[in-house]
């Protein structure tokens, strides 16, 4: 037997193939999103390596700033006009500051990444640190903070702070 589809019968097919159509792109939209918010983009990456520097550095937390830090005798930290050379003679130094009032307090309003290829970024952030000597008043003082970190199989790593002084306000 001969099935006869009606005009409006073969409209109805019609809506619905688009709605199906519709509907498998909007699921196909979907997924790429949650694939894109489940994968962090290096920038983020990079900004969390930073967060946590803060935190562990506020905390003199010495272990956990030795786990950010490029393992490397390459690692270079200015400070004070001197450069410190490698990672083991910057946590000596960040422990004995560490001993008196030491506070990083970024201007995360002012945060910048930039990626330098797939491996390496470069951090620019106004930074005003509280710094005392044991038994001294602490000061503050305001930096133009500059890091570079490497991408390694354990994550992002700095590998050089190269604060600038400020000037005054």
């Known amino acids: ?29 979907l997924m790429s999103l949650m694939i894109r918010s489940a994968v962090a983009a290096p920038e983020d990456e990079v900004r969390a390596t930073f967060d946590r520097f803060v935190a562990a550095q506020n905390a003199h937390d010495v272990k956990a700033v030795e786990s950010l830090l490029l393992g490397s005798p390459s690692f270079l930290w200015i400070t004070r006009g001197t450069p410190v050379w490698g990672a083991d003679a910057a946590l000596k130094r960040f422990a004995s500051l560490y001993e008196g009032t030491w506070r990083l307090d970024p201007e995360v309003s002012g945060l910048k990444v930039m990626m330098i290829g797939d491996g390496a970024a470069q951090i ?46």
């Open 1 to 29: 037997m001969n099935r006869v589809v009606s005009k409006t019968g073969r409209i109805g097919l019609f809506h619905n193939h688009i709605a199906r159509r519709w509907a498998a792109c909007i699921a196909l939209m």
């Open 124 to 169: 620019y952030i106004p930074i005003n640190f509280t710094i005392g000597a044991p038994g001294q008043q602490p000061q503050p003082m305001r930096f133009l903070m500059n890091m570079v970190l490497a991408k390694t199989p354990g994550g992002w790593k700095v590998s050089s702070i190269l604060p600038i002084p400020a000037p005054a306000q």
